[in-house]
């Protein structure tokens, strides 16, 4: 299959196949780009489609504006990758990515189909209070001081102003989407839930992971993997093969 120009930019590194039986829909962390699931191109099944998605604001598209909103991100994304749409669908995000992945499986199951699974990494239930203080008020110095304690930002960044005004517009809009947001409805799906999480992320222990349970009507799952909060891209591959077994 042939990506339509209008997904190629939403969909840079996608695995995409003309009757593959499952598709796989990942979205990245606050600040991150559809470049971290390159790797998982080649290892998942030929006959599952893998598709990372890049938000406006990042990677090849640097140049475009940011999104603010939670609701707005996910109207924005049934409607861009409604061609795609068509066959079972696994939502997959890391951290913030989680909160878009869930956000979309809302729209499927209220307007469509919903998905055969959402799979959620490294991000509190939504409907939990927000256990440190917001960021997305925060510019320049401010806010990268903070952003040290969450120990994801390479030393290149945070040591080079010109590549933190250049992706501080983008990691700012990240923010407001994560902290600006109304908590969901509980229950709103039917879909199974598996929750992923780091055994040594102090942010979001398995107590903040547990309550996704309550998201939805199906089954639901928790599954610690040795790392911290950032395994993502400190060990790709625990996860890769963690995700691998959910399926």
Do not use: K
């Not at 102090?202 to 993997?225: H, N, Y």
């Amino acid at each position: 299959m042939i990506l339509p120009a209008s997904l190629r930019p939403w969909l840079p590194w996608a695995r995409v196949t003309d009757r593959p039986r499952l598709r796989i829909l990942a979205f990245p962390f606050a600040g991150g780009g559809a470049s971290i699931y390159r790797p998982w191109l080649d290892s998942f099944p030929t006959d599952i489609d893998v598709l990372p998605v890049q938000l406006p604001g990042r990677e090849n598209r640097i140049n475009e504006t940011p999104l603010t909103q939670l609701d707005q991100v996910a109207d924005v994304l049934m409607t861009a990758l409604a061609p795609l749409l068509n066959r079972p669908l696994v939502l997959f995000g890391w951290s913030m990515g989680a909160l878009i992945a869930h956000a979309l499986a809302l729209r499927l199951t209220a307007r469509t189909t919903p998905p055969e699974l959402l799979m959620v990494g490294a991000h509190a239930a939504p409907q939990l209070p927000a256990i440190y203080p917001p960021l997305h008020h925060l510019s320049g110095d401010a806010f990268w001081n903070e952003l040290r304690r969450y120990q994801g930002v390479p030393d290149a960044v945070l040591e080079h102003a010109e590549l933190r005004a250049l992706i501080e517009p983008m990691a700012l809009a990240d923010f407001r989407i994560v902290e600006v947001r109304t908590p969901p409805a509980l229950h709103g799906l039917t879909c199974p839930i598996a929750a992923i999480g780091g055994a040594e992320d102090p942010w979001v222990p398995a107590e903040r992971l547990r309550p996704w349970r309550d998201m939805t009507t199906g089954p639901f799952s928790l599954t610690q993997i040795p790392g911290h909060h950032f395994l993502i891209t400190q060990t790709p591959t625990v996860l890769r093969q963690t995700v691998l077994e959910l399926l």
